[in-house]
């Protein structure tokens, strides 16, 4: 692992304590140091605005990064001087934006999909059914768990997912028999990781670990698609189980969106991949 300068550590401190994923540190780290370094190491607490502006004028004009790039490393220095440095950044930069052309999306007709399913691997078949027929997003899809998946009413759980918000999306009927296959081989590697003695189990959200002791070693929190290897614990160095909460909602209306969707189950809503395969 990349050794980190003790400011650094200390943002990362800070953003773990407030309960950030581990991907929006990560993020939020690169484009600090990349702006601390383009800046020949300055403090950012000697900066402000103008280095700010001038930066992220370079991530356009030098480095031709896309407009959703520049708005990410726009973020991570905001939250840097509102949270660390603890001197907010104007509302009014004046930058030049990125106006890199997007690119049209490729969208694959249902012969189109049918043909792919039929010529991949089994290995990703699964994960690939889940996505096409649920509309999962790719982290998504690779953190279920499987706990999230509810066979009674075909349908499955996310959660976090954009925005963080929490959804619940019709599930296949043609992926049932793969999906139990699949637990049971999540199954066996819990069984060969609960022989480790240095096992300290799946990795869990926040502080659910301390409140439900056990469930990092149950088969219902274990990821769908885990890793073939255990992984460290960046908090706590523990071995744990990585992958390749309670619900909440803003409103009643949400809530009772999702309940009759439950109610309906996989009635209500028929998956895209049961249409190209009916």
Known sequence: MKTRSPFLNYIADYMLVRQYSLRTVDTYLKWIASYIHFHDKRHPASMGDNEVEYYLEHL???QNVAPR????????????????????????????????????????????????????NKRYYLIAGLMYGSGLRVMEAVQLRVKDIDFDYKCIQIWNGKGNKHRIVTLATELIPMLRNQILHVDDYLKLDLNNP????????????????????????QYLFPS????????????????????GHSDVKTTQIYTHVLQQGANGVVSPLSKIFS
């Open 198 to 221: 240095e096992y300290a189990g799946v990795w869990m959200p926040y502080a659910l670990t301390k409140k439900y002791p056990s469930a990092a070693k149950s088969l219902a929190w």
């Open 60 to 62: 356009a004009s030098k």
């Open 228 to 247: 073939h290897i255990l992984s460290k614990d960046p908090q706590s160095g523990a071995d744990i189980r990585t992958v390749q909460a309670q619900l």
């Open 69 to 120: 790039t520049q708005a990410t490393a726009l973020n991570s220095l905001s939250f840097l001087y509102k949270h660390i440095v603890k001197n907010e950044l104007s509302l009014n930069l004046n930058f030049a934006r990125s106006k890199k052309q997007a690119k049209l999306p490729v969208v694959m007709t249902p012969e189109e999909v049918k043909l792919l399913m039929t010529h991949l």
